[in-house]
């Protein structure tokens, strides 16, 4: 009890909070240790019968000074040492020093059978041999194959595939496609919701951190139905309440459209509060518009529990948008609806010169086929499963972690200086984090406050992967916090 009644003072005292978190920006930044002082002490990584051939290119430090003399400004790494990979096999990634390290990021829930899957690489190098590209105005059997394969996972009605080469361009295309359709123009998303960095996707998006100062019309943004930080806790009739609202009162009384992750993932790997989807589609119905499942990041069986992310809502939307997951790394975006809603398109010509690229959707195919015959979906249901069951213990011992949240490989870690107040830790995140990389395991940050570890690792790690690496090392780090913690709030408190 002593610790966390002196974290209280910490966080509601502004005086001693910017003390405490000056102290952990500075440990965030030291430099990294040896493998060898740590060794003794580190859980071990299970066995794994794969080692990378000897890299002779250029240094990470070499690396970093042509991204800052040649690429965008905007660029940024994780890490106060940026990593440099050159190598990955599986749920395994290798710096160049062919230390190996335990991928629980997967290419932000890009990689989903495994980083450079046998089956994927066959799959792409066969069909680069025969032909790289020429255009959809020809034809080829790959992007058939792989749009018939694709529809055959989706339910209803939908079984319209157009391809693009991301998320955010198929996001946008479904947002055009829903204005056309109805003829309206109004969109509902969330707060806290990401759906790409282009103009409309832009506008759909609702955190300043991602939003430049440009014009962005014809998007409202409902109130987010997040159980841990909104005003309604889990109740996600009390949260749709607010979409019909913004319908009333915002809008002519009809919608394009509603625009959703079933789990944010960018915003912090927000759950949607139970009995929310199914609410706000009966009202965005009710208004003309159409529902559009964002499952960039949800997809593909990362949840587990389903293939899609929405059917764990009992909802079936209009359209649904994927990428990520979907090529396993390779660029690939994919917008499925109804033939109904599909001839809005011929109104017009619409356009892809990359869309459907016969080495993309060749190893699109191949990541269907490969979910099955290795049975991730039930692989990350079973692990995931395991893997938020033993990060909600450490909630339960350790007090930075506020909340711990998700489905299957899509997983969310909280971290707060204050549980009572939900007070973000930010530079504990960063701390956490470098610490785990320099034991071996990476993973992702989001939420708007950057406070959320992001959990989503290619579908083949495994329990022991879990057991032996992930949580020994997470667990020990948080140790060591939660001690640097008790040695702070002493200090500041016989110093006061």
């Given at each position: 009890?002593?610790?966390?009644?002196?974290?209280?003072?910490?966080?509601?005292?502004?005086?001693?909070?910017?003390p405490?978190?000056?102290?952990?920006?500075?440990?965030?930044?030291?430099e990294?240790?040896?493998?060898?002082?740590?060794?003794?002490?580190?859980?071990?990584?299970?066995?794994?019968?794969?080692?990378?051939?000897?890299?002779?290119?250029?240094?990470?430090?070499?690396?970093?000074?042509?991204?800052?003399?040649?690429?965008?400004?905007?660029?940024?790494?994780?890490?106060?040492?940026?990593?440099?990979?050159?190598?990955?096999?599986?749920?395994?990634?290798f710096?160049?020093?062919?230390?190996?390290?335990?991928?629980a990021?997967?290419?932000i829930?890009?990689?989903?059978?495994?980083?450079?899957?046998?089956?994927v690489?066959?799959?792409?190098?066969?069909?680069?041999?025969r032909?790289?590209?020429?255009?959809?105005?020809?034809?080829?059997?790959?992007?058939?194959d792989?749009?018939?394969?694709?529809?055959?996972?989706?339910?209803?009605?939908?079984?319209?595939v157009?391809?693009?080469?991301?998320?955010?361009?198929?996001?946008?295309?479904?947002?055009?496609?829903?204005?056309?359709?109805?003829?309206?123009?109004?969109?509902?998303?969330?707060?806290?919701?990401?759906?790409?960095?282009?103009?409309?996707?832009?506008?759909a998006?609702?955190?300043s951190?991602?939003?430049?100062?440009?014009?962005?019309?014809?998007?409202?943004?409902?109130?987010?139905?997040?159980?841990?930080?909104g005003?309604?806790?889990a109740?996600g009739?009390?949260?749709?309440?607010?979409?019909?609202?913004?319908?009333?009162?915002?809008?002519?009384?009809h919608?394009?459209?509603?625009?959703?992750?079933?789990?944010?993932?960018?915003?912090?790997?927000?759950?949607?509060?139970?009995?929310?989807?199914?609410?706000?589609y009966?009202?965005?119905?009710?208004?003309?518009?159409?529902?559009?499942?964002?499952?960039v990041?949800?997809g593909?069986?990362?949840?587990?529990?389903?293939f899609?992310?929405f059917?764990?809502?009992?909802?079936?939307?209009?359209?649904?948008?994927?990428?990520?997951?979907?090529?396993?790394?390779?660029?690939?975006?994919?917008?499925?609806?109804t033939?109904?809603?599909?001839?809005?398109?011929?109104?017009?010509n619409?356009?892809?010169?990359?869309?459907g690229?016969?080495?993309?959707?060749?190893a699109?195919?191949?990541?269907l086929?490969?979910?099955?015959?290795?049975?991730?979906?039930?692989n990350?249901?079973?692990?995931?499963?395991?893997?938020?069951?033993?990060?909600?213990?450490?909630?339960?011992k350790?007090?930075?972690?506020?909340d711990?949240?998700?489905?299957?490989?899509?997983?969310?870690?909280?971290?707060?200086?204050d549980?009572?107040?939900k007070?973000?830790?930010?530079?504990e995140?960063?701390?956490?984090?470098?610490?785990?990389?320099?034991?071996?395991?990476?993973?992702?940050?989001?939420?708007?406050?950057?406070?959320v570890?992001?959990i989503?690792?290619?579908?083949c790690?495994?329990?022991?992967?879990?057991?032996?690496?992930?949580?020994?090392?997470?667990?020990?780090?948080?140790?060591?916090?939660?001690?640097?913690?008790?040695?702070?709030?002493?200090?500041?408190?016989?110093?006061?």
């Open positions: 009890m002593q610790r966390f009644a002196a974290r209280r003072v910490l966080s509601e005292t502004n005086s001693l909070r910017l405490q978190r000056c102290f952990f920006s500075q440990l965030a930044q030291k990294e240790s040896s493998l060898s002082e740590h060794e003794t002490f580190l859980p071990r990584m299970p066995p794994f019968d794969y080692s990378p051939p000897p890299y002779d290119g250029p240094s990470a430090d070499e690396i970093l000074a042509k991204r800052k003399t040649f690429l965008s400004p905007s660029l940024f790494h994780l890490y106060s040492k940026p990593l440099n990979v050159v190598d990955g096999k599986m749920q395994y990634l710096d160049e020093n062919g230390r190996r390290y335990l991928d990021f997967g290419g829930a890009t990689v989903c059978c495994g980083h450079c899957h046998p089956d690489v066959d799959s792409i190098v066969n069909q680069i041999k032909i790289q590209h020429s255009t959809v105005l020809y034809l080829n059997h790959a992007i058939a792989f749009a018939e394969a694709l529809a055959s996972k989706m339910p209803g009605n939908l079984k319209v157009f391809f693009t080469n991301s998320g955010t361009e198929a996001n946008e295309l479904a947002i055009m496609m829903a204005r056309l359709y109805t003829g309206c123009n109004d969109i509902i998303s969330l707060r806290n919701a990401y759906h790409g960095n282009a103009a409309g996707t832009m506008g998006t609702a955190q951190n991602w939003k430049f100062n440009v014009v962005q019309t014809g998007v409202h943004h409902a109130l987010n139905p997040d159980p841990y930080r005003v309604f806790g109740d009739e009390m949260y749709a309440k607010d979409v019909q609202d913004l319908i009333d009162f915002g809008t002519s009384g919608v394009a459209g509603f625009l959703s992750e079933s789990i944010q993932g960018v915003g912090g790997i927000i759950e949607l509060a139970p009995g929310y989807l199914p609410a706000v009966k009202s965005i119905k009710k208004a003309g518009g159409l529902c559009i499942a964002d499952e990041q949800a593909f069986a990362r949840t587990g529990s389903h899609w992310g059917e764990a809502h009992g909802v079936v939307p209009d359209i649904v948008t994927m990428a990520k997951g979907i090529g396993n790394g390779i660029p690939l975006g994919a917008v499925v609806t033939p109904e809603i599909a001839e809005v398109l011929t109104r017009r619409y356009f892809n010169t990359f869309g690229n016969p080495v993309c959707t060749a699109g195919h191949a990541v086929k490969v979910i099955q015959k290795d049975k991730l979906q039930n990350a249901h079973v692990v995931g499963s395991y893997l938020k069951e033993r990060l909600t213990a450490l909630k339960d350790y007090g930075i972690i506020g711990v949240r998700g489905r299957g490989f899509l997983l969310g870690v909280e971290f707060v200086t549980r009572q107040l007070t973000p830790a930010k530079a995140t960063l701390y956490i984090m470098d610490k785990m990389k320099e034991m071996g395991v990476l993973v992702g940050k989001g939420g708007f406050y950057g406070n570890f992001r989503t690792p290619p579908l790690f495994t329990k022991e992967d879990a057991g032996r690496s992930f949580i020994p090392i997470l667990l020990l780090v948080s140790f060591t916090v939660q001690c640097e913690y008790m040695i702070v709030s002493f200090w500041f408190q016989i110093t006061l």
